[in-house]
């Protein structure tokens, strides 16, 4: 039994911190924001009797004991981050269920076999530092330490330097952190569960990534003087090139998604043909063959459409994930928790990353996901329904108890 | 006779200021690279006698006394402020060319019966502060003072307080000054002249501008969970306009332009799928019913790629002004010195925009063009030779001559 009431207070407690006009949050990573979202954080632990600690990277570590300490952690998390123009509950209602559980398994005066850490994790969502998922990579060893604390923010700002400026340069070492499974609740940020009107998604894995960045250049040049067959105009041929991406995943179809998400046009005056344009772009599917191609088309696309208008194309890989399935043993303690507790549900494979992907490396994990409004996330509309928060916070505490012994 | 080598020197010791690592210029309007020129040029003018006067939006007027003062100036000009990656002669070769005629006609003992006054108009680029030709725009009455004094950089910066900051905020009032003629000698900018391997451009008038801003609004949402149908990528719309954009160039033909040069992305996440993107656009055309119809064919084309994909636009009218003929008589000045010269010339409409434009909407007015290597302007790489350099100063002196008596 979990108490929903006081989840969703929290919930609304965490979501004043940065909270926009239209209703969302934006909290980037590192920010005075992030630091205060994480005080109240570290402050509800301690209140809960919990241990904390941080890492090197500043993933946060919050333990309630259990009676066999030398039994690696049962772990729970998520990220508080949000995105720029983000919504109240991505990441955050991961971790704040997680703090529900605690909260509950004190009131019950539940005890462990093994201990239970509930887990923050730095820089998720990929918005302020990118790629996203640091905390976690650093930690499964994905990235080193000192490459992630040298990424910088677009303002060129070090993310270990921002780090110790907000007061979570921590000093336990980042990997080897003793975890014997890691559950992590979620909203879908997609529209299936709601479609569907299921209460609880059983998340089987994540859909694989390919990120890049693309560079085309051309040659600046005057928006009067210049004849149209004498340009060589760096935007007019990245407008094809992001057709040609979105073309991609509508020809490959199923579940293939391609987003455009940044631009940068230079010079970026109003009457210069631009000379270069750098754009990013972020593939995704759940078959590895079907992301293989997409990855293919890309390549032979762009490179077909700079040739064709005499510009240079510099396609980057910027980051990539395997397809990723979760540990069958903890997905069967999700699925046995939802039957048992008559919840309507569905195994479902996130279309977003997830720090429990980094995880899923090193470490048995699953995830539960609980259906959000509209689909939407990444938008300040981002909402979800208080019942939907309390029923996957009772699945999370289900699952954790059945690992936790 | 003019001293085309003194004409050179000068020019390359202006193109010490602002000098960028790939042999251009960056010298905004009103920065402090700005004011560092436009203070050399001042010098200069002070020591080849004239007396220096600047009205309230920081025109700058040089004059060379005539024999009668009661006549209206018979005035040269340009403009020292440059795009961000911009060329070394790019309305610099304007002011410098008059400077030269002024040295040369004081070396000379020339006496004219008008005055000479020699220009440098605020912010022509429109690059810092848009629209361009602002300072010659509030002299002829085509914006008010206030308006463009309060006009903003992106950076929110005023041009009102900019102009104070660089000791550039005159008291002549910027209206009424008795102009009886004005010659603008500027390089094509475009790659007619050296196409056809003519010396001297005898400039007719100058094509149309219709500038606009676009606004598409459609959904932020993730990148991952949010399958493709259910998108309403602003981002994916705007190329797709983008590209419509550029067809409406190529479709109409003959001298049609159609360029972009500006882009902003919202929120400008990698994995957010863009909510808003803003954008500029320009279309030029000498013929003003081409022209026209352009502009039918962009917002009947841009509102159906918004239509088609549920984004809402928003396309405003930015700045535009009509083809513009100049002065036949003037022109006249122009063509008679050529051929007397024996250089080799053509008539030539101007593809850009010019402060020439609107000080022709109240005073006689003629431009004079040299060629530009490749055709490039709004490029570091811009180019000319010397010897068109000291052609197009000759005969802006022998107009010049011709007009003030
Ligand atoms: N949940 C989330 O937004 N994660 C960031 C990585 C991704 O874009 O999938
Ligand atoms: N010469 C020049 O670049 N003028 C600015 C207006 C235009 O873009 O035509």
Same mark, same amino acid.
């Given at each position: 039994r979990i108490d929903g009431d006081r989840l969703w207070r929290t919930l609304m407690d965490l979501a004043t911190i940065g909270a926009t006009p239209k209703g969302g949050l934006c909290r980037l990573a590192l920010t005075d924001l992030d630091k205060e979202g994480r005080d109240l954080f570290v402050r509800w632990c301690e209140e809960a009797g919990c241990t904390v600690t941080v890492d090197e990277v500043g993933n946060i570590f919050a333990r309630r004991p !259990? =009676?066999? +300490?030398d039994r690696p952690a049962v772990c729970m998390g998520s990220h508080l981050d949000t995105q720029p123009t983000g919504g109240r509950f991505d990441g955050i209602y991961g971790v704040l269920a997680g703090l529900e559980v605690i909260r509950s398994f004190n009131d019950q005066g539940i005890e462990t076999d093994a201990p239970i850490d509930l887990i923050v994790w730095t820089n998720e969502e990929g918005a302020r530092f990118s790629p996203p998922m640091l905390g976690s990579g650093v930690a499964m060893g994905v990235f080193t330490l000192d490459h992630v604390l040298d990424i910088r923010d677009t303002d060129g700002v070090r993310l270990g330097d921002e780090l110790a400026r907000i007061g979570y340069k921590g000093e336990v070492p980042v990997t080897g952190h003793a975890m014997g499974a890691y559950f992590e609740a979620h909203i879908e940020q997609g529209p299936v569960l709601e479609a569907e009107d299921v209460e609880i998604g059983v998340v089987t894995g994540a859909q694989g990534q390919r990120w890049y960045e693309a560079t085309v250049t051309g040659r600046e040049s005057?928006? !009067? +003087?210049?004849p149209m067959r004498l340009r060589r105009d760096a935007l007019a041929g990245a407008a094809v090139m992001m057709e040609a991406v979105e073309a991609i995943a509508l020809e490959v179809g199923g579940d293939a998604c391609s987003t455009i998400g940044r631009v940068q046009v230079h +010079?970026?005056? =109003?009457n210069v043909i631009p000379g270069r344009v750098w754009f990013t772009i972020d593939l995704r599917n759940p078959d590895p063959d079907a992301l293989a191609r997409m990855d293919a088309m890309l390549r032979e696309r762009l490179a077909a459409i700079a040739d064709k208008r005499d510009l240079t194309l510099e396609l980057t890989d910027f980051w990539a994930f395997p397809t990723t399935p979760f540990a069958p043993e903890l997905v069967g303690h999700v699925r046995r928790s939802v039957e048992r507790r008559g919840l309507s549900h569905r195994d479902i494979v996130s279309g977003a990353g997830h720090d429990a992907v980094y995880v899923a490396r090193k470490v048995p994990t699953a995830m539960i996901f609980i259906p959000c409004e509209n689909g939407l996330s990444h938008n300040e509309a981002e909402n979800i329904k208080p019942e939907h928060a309390a029923s996957g916070c009772a699945v999370l505490a289900d699952a954790v108890l059945a690992t936790a012994g």
């Amino acid at each position: 039994r979990i108490d929903g009431d006081r989840l969703w207070r929290t919930l609304m407690d965490l979501a004043t911190i940065g909270a926009t006009p239209k209703g969302g949050l934006c909290r980037l990573a590192l920010t005075d924001l992030d630091k205060e979202g994480r005080d109240l954080f570290v402050r509800w632990c301690e209140e809960a009797g919990c241990t904390v600690t941080v890492d090197e990277v500043g993933n946060i570590f919050a333990r309630r004991p !259990g =009676r066999n +300490p030398d039994r690696p952690a049962v772990c729970m998390g998520s990220h508080l981050d949000t995105q720029p123009t983000g919504g109240r509950f991505d990441g955050i209602y991961g971790v704040l269920a997680g703090l529900e559980v605690i909260r509950s398994f004190n009131d019950q005066g539940i005890e462990t076999d093994a201990p239970i850490d509930l887990i923050v994790w730095t820089n998720e969502e990929g918005a302020r530092f990118s790629p996203p998922m640091l905390g976690s990579g650093v930690a499964m060893g994905v990235f080193t330490l000192d490459h992630v604390l040298d990424i910088r923010d677009t303002d060129g700002v070090r993310l270990g330097d921002e780090l110790a400026r907000i007061g979570y340069k921590g000093e336990v070492p980042v990997t080897g952190h003793a975890m014997g499974a890691y559950f992590e609740a979620h909203i879908e940020q997609g529209p299936v569960l709601e479609a569907e009107d299921v209460e609880i998604g059983v998340v089987t894995g994540a859909q694989g990534q390919r990120w890049y960045e693309a560079t085309v250049t051309g040659r600046e040049s005057h928006a !009067g +003087p210049t004849p149209m067959r004498l340009r060589r105009d760096a935007l007019a041929g990245a407008a094809v090139m992001m057709e040609a991406v979105e073309a991609i995943a509508l020809e490959v179809g199923g579940d293939a998604c391609s987003t455009i998400g940044r631009v940068q046009v230079h +010079p970026d005056s =109003r009457n210069v043909i631009p000379g270069r344009v750098w754009f990013t772009i972020d593939l995704r599917n759940p078959d590895p063959d079907a992301l293989a191609r997409m990855d293919a088309m890309l390549r032979e696309r762009l490179a077909a459409i700079a040739d064709k208008r005499d510009l240079t194309l510099e396609l980057t890989d910027f980051w990539a994930f395997p397809t990723t399935p979760f540990a069958p043993e903890l997905v069967g303690h999700v699925r046995r928790s939802v039957e048992r507790r008559g919840l309507s549900h569905r195994d479902i494979v996130s279309g977003a990353g997830h720090d429990a992907v980094y995880v899923a490396r090193k470490v048995p994990t699953a995830m539960i996901f609980i259906p959000c409004e509209n689909g939407l996330s990444h938008n300040e509309a981002e909402n979800i329904k208080p019942e939907h928060a309390a029923s996957g916070c009772a699945v999370l505490a289900d699952a954790v108890l059945a690992t936790a012994g």
